[in-house]
């Protein structure tokens, strides 16, 4: 009769042992998909702290610097502001929190990574910096779904692309306050009321917006490209040739042709050099809703022998041309090109020749250019 118990103690045990086992399974397994073990960041803040929480009151456990990586093991949204727990890679793995914008997580970076894929074989076609801290997005549109991370005033970028769109009021334009957005709207509308001229075709800057497809150097920014929205760029024209840009018409492409790769920047220690300059005036010139990219296309030489710059080639009438442009050869033997349409409705492609002869830079444009030229400046 003692002995009776034993087999229903031995049931109980196993019955008991199993349920653990599996609560313990299903906590660990639970546990790891909340926290995403698999997933890391890369500090982006020139500094940043991981903290104990992210209460206002929390202390600092460790200052993390830009391109550090970190595992992320959970997140939290707290007074409206993303925070994620993070481990850091030290010696002694540190655990805390840190404020989501200081940082950019593994899938954020990779849809950056997969744009800059998609454009490697597009050369810049201008240079720019911020003239506010503005976030950089994965598409040329305001959305907060879109955000890739902010970039601070004064970061500068290679423009490779750039997209018109209708103009609209913007929610959204980063750092402004509420307050300062509608002064600067209304300020803007006063602007344009008051550049409006009876008679006078229709301004870009009334009708559009413009957004740039940006390249990043790494000391910038870890997500290597991403839109930007125009109102808060400035093209950054290298200072040899800006002064050659004119009030009815301006820069919006050049590259330079005597260096061996395509360059937006000046040469080193800002050695004046030759350079192919895409210009446009301001006036819309839609073609079923598409407007055209530049509208002329100047070449700059420098005489180093003068020491001043010279037109080694203008066209004399208008185009209607499309970005990209390439440059192409090595040395003084040089060709460029770009798409322009044709009066019959077709894109062409049109390459131009540039060569040395002595001392002076020549050009050759194609033999049809004159087709492609569509009035007088």
Same mark, same amino acid.
């Given at each position: @009769?003692?002995?009776?118990?034993?087999?229903?103690?031995?049931?109980?045990?196993?019955?008991?042992?199993?349920?653990?086992?599996?609560?313990?399974? !299903?906590?660990?397994?639970?546990?790891?998909?909340?926290?995403?073990?698999?997933?890391?960041?890369?500090?982006?803040?020139?500094?940043?702290?991981?903290?104990?929480?992210?209460?206002?009151?929390?202390?600092?456990?460790?200052?993390?610097?830009?391109?550090?990586?970190?595992?992320?093991?959970?997140?939290?949204?707290?007074?409206?502001?993303?925070?994620?727990?993070?481990?850091?890679?030290?010696?002694?793995?540190?655990?805390?929190?840190?404020?989501?914008?200081?940082?950019?997580?593994?899938?954020?970076?990779? $849809? !950056?990574? &997969?744009?800059?894929?998609?454009?490697?074989?597009?050369?810049?076609?201008?240079?720019?910096?911020?003239?506010?801290?503005? /976030?950089?997005?994965?598409?040329?549109? @305001?959305? =907060?779904? /879109?955000?890739?991370? &902010?970039?601070?005033? #004064?970061?500068?970028? =290679?423009?490779?692309?750039?997209?018109?769109?209708?103009?609209?009021?913007?929610?959204?334009?980063?750092?402004?306050?509420?307050?300062?957005?509608?002064?600067? $709207?209304?300020?803007?509308? =006063?602007?344009? $009321?008051?550049?409006?001229?009876? #008679?006078?075709?229709?301004?870009?800057?009334?009708?559009?917006?413009?957004?740039?497809?940006?390249?990043?150097?790494?000391?910038?920014?870890?997500?290597? @490209?991403?839109?930007?929205?125009?109102?808060?760029? =400035?093209?950054?024209?290298? !200072?040899?040739?800006?002064?050659?840009?004119?009030?009815?018409? $301006?820069?919006?492409?050049?590259?330079?042709?005597?260096?061996?790769?395509?360059?937006?920047?000046?040469?080193?220690?800002?050695?004046?050099? /030759?350079?192919?300059?895409?210009?446009?005036?301001?006036?819309?010139?839609?073609?079923?809703?598409?407007?055209?990219?530049?509208?002329?296309?100047?070449?700059?030489?420098?005489?180093?022998?003068?020491?001043?710059?010279?037109?080694?080639?203008?066209?004399?009438?208008?185009?209607?041309? @499309?970005?990209?442009?390439?440059?192409?050869?090595?040395?003084?033997? &040089?060709?460029?090109?770009?798409?322009?349409?044709?009066?019959? #409705?077709?894109?062409?492609?049109?390459?131009?020749?540039?060569?040395?002869?002595?001392?002076?830079?020549?050009?050759?444009?194609?033999?049809?250019?004159?087709?492609?030229?569509?009035?007088?400046?």
């Amino acid at each position: @009769m003692r002995n009776r118990p034993i087999p229903t103690l031995l049931l109980l045990a196993v019955f008991i042992f199993s349920t653990g086992c599996t609560l313990l399974d !299903s906590t660990l397994n639970s546990f790891s998909q909340a926290v995403g073990l698999s997933d890391t960041a890369v500090v982006i803040a020139k500094t940043a702290q991981i903290r104990t929480s992210y209460a206002v009151v929390a202390a600092d456990l460790l200052e993390v610097k830009r391109g550090e990586r970190l595992d992320v093991l959970d997140q939290m949204e707290f007074e409206k502001v993303l925070w994620y727990r993070v481990r850091a890679r030290d010696e002694e793995g540190t655990e805390g929190w840190i404020e989501a914008q200081n940082v950019i997580t593994s899938d954020v970076l990779e $849809k !950056s990574q &997969k744009l800059a894929e998609q454009f490697k074989e597009q050369p810049p076609q201008a240079a720019g910096k911020l003239r506010a801290a503005s /976030n950089l997005r994965i598409s040329a549109e @305001m959305s =907060e779904a /879109n955000v890739l991370l &902010k970039l601070a005033n #004064g970061s500068t970028f =290679e423009i490779v692309d750039w997209n018109f769109v209708p103009k609209e009021e913007v929610a959204d334009v980063d750092d402004a306050s509420r307050g300062e957005k509608r002064a600067a $709207k209304s300020s803007a509308d =006063e602007e344009i $009321k008051a550049a409006k001229v009876e #008679g006078e075709p229709e301004k870009i800057e009334e009708k559009y917006d413009i957004w740039y497809l940006v390249k990043l150097d790494p000391s910038v920014s870890p997500a290597p @490209m991403g839109w930007l929205f125009g109102r808060q760029v =400035e093209l950054n024209i290298p !200072s040899e040739i800006v002064f050659f840009q004119q009030n009815n018409r $301006k820069f919006v492409s050049w590259q330079r042709l005597d260096s061996e790769a395509a360059s937006v920047t000046a040469g080193r220690a800002g050695t004046p050099g /030759n350079w192919v300059i895409l210009t446009r005036t301001n006036a819309v010139k839609a073609i079923d809703g598409v407007e055209p990219d530049f509208d002329g296309i100047m070449v700059l030489a420098f005489d180093k022998y003068d020491q001043s710059f010279y037109t080694a080639w203008r066209s004399s009438g208008e185009v209607w041309g @499309m970005l990209p442009m390439r440059v192409d050869g090595s040395g003084d033997n &040089k060709t460029f090109s770009m798409q322009l349409r044709h009066p019959e #409705g077709r894109m062409d492609e049109k390459r131009f020749v540039v060569y040395r002869d002595r001392n002076r830079i020549r050009v050759t444009p194609p033999e049809d250019i004159a087709q492609y030229q569509t009035k007088g400046r």
